[in-house]
């Protein structure tokens, strides 16, 4: 099918949006010349550190190769201090309903009416991204967690966020009916075992998911793929990247990591076998 390029202003830039309100919505975006409606919107979402910016460019050369749209948000931790877990508990304030206005908001502008995001994140992106994916599997084609600290587990025995179960709190979601049927996959450093004070070590996550990211990754996957072959669902894959510690920009800048995740997702040719 021939797809008509979209004739936008913003075609062929990047930028960065605030989109107003109580809450702000923030966001680096990059719209490559030659957009079509059914164009690939990769969400691709920062750690701690809020590099958001960093991100938006280590996918810029691949969203040109794509064909996609790149929308890097930007959770400012005055204003979404626990975005990690989609809902702040304390304030009541959603990191995840922030994203989807801003994906309202990029459709808008550049003209795309893909339905379904692509949506990836390191460290503390990955946390967001994954749980994202279980909690609105209706707008996620696709979920790339790279380097989570640590993981919502399929288990209804825990309450969210260690677990599915929806907890006690009066305003606690429930996971999208469709939440398994949602492709995901796993990249983490064949060396990311080191304990930053940054990581979650309470006895639970510790119990239940190990100690480091690389041990976490591997369970995760694990729990993950239980049952799923049975019921002829989507399994989790796991890439490990050689030599890799925690470093977002090394894991660019030597394994290619935007590519790795572009194929994950299915937006650039094959899935890539060369770094596992």
Request: include cysteine.
């Amino acid at each position: 099918m021939i797809h008509q390029p979209i004739h936008s202003l913003e075609a062929g830039k990047s930028g960065f949006r605030t989109i107003g309100g109580p809450v702000p919505r923030e966001y680096f975006y990059h719209f490559p010349a030659g957009l079509h409606a059914a164009s690939p919107i990769i969400v691709s979402v920062h750690g701690i550190s809020m590099n958001a910016a960093e991100h938006m460019v280590r996918m810029r050369g691949i969203a040109q190769e794509a064909g996609a749209a790149v929308v890097a948000p930007c959770f400012r931790k005055e204003l979404y201090p626990r975005y990690q877990q989609l809902r702040d508990s304390r304030t009541g304030i959603r990191a995840d309903l922030a994203l989807v206005d801003i994906l309202a908001d990029v459709r808008q502008r550049s003209g795309i009416r893909t339905p379904k995001i692509h949506i990836t994140g390191f460290s503390g992106g990955a946390q967001f991204a994954h749980r994202f994916a279980f909690y609105h599997a209706d707008l996620v084609a696709s979920c790339v967690s790279c380097s989570a600290g640590w993981y919502t587990f399929p288990d209804p025995e825990f309450a969210f966020p260690l677990g599915i179960a929806d907890g006690d709190d009066p305003a606690a979601m429930s996971v999208h009916a469709d939440w398994r049927r949602v492709p995901h996959h796993v990249v983490v450093g064949s060396r990311d075992t080191v304990v930053e004070d940054s990581l979650n070590m309470t006895p639970a996550v510790v119990a239940v998911q190990g100690i480091g990211r690389r041990t976490r990754a591997r369970r995760w996957v694990k729990a993950m793929n239980q049952g799923r072959a049975e019921a002829g669902l989507p399994l989790v894959s796991l890439t490990e990247l050689r030599s890799l510690t925690h470093d977002f920009s090394v894991a660019h800048e030597r394994h290619d990591l935007g590519a790795v995740i572009a194929r994950k997702m299915g937006v650039l040719g094959h899935e890539d076998q060369s770094h596992a």
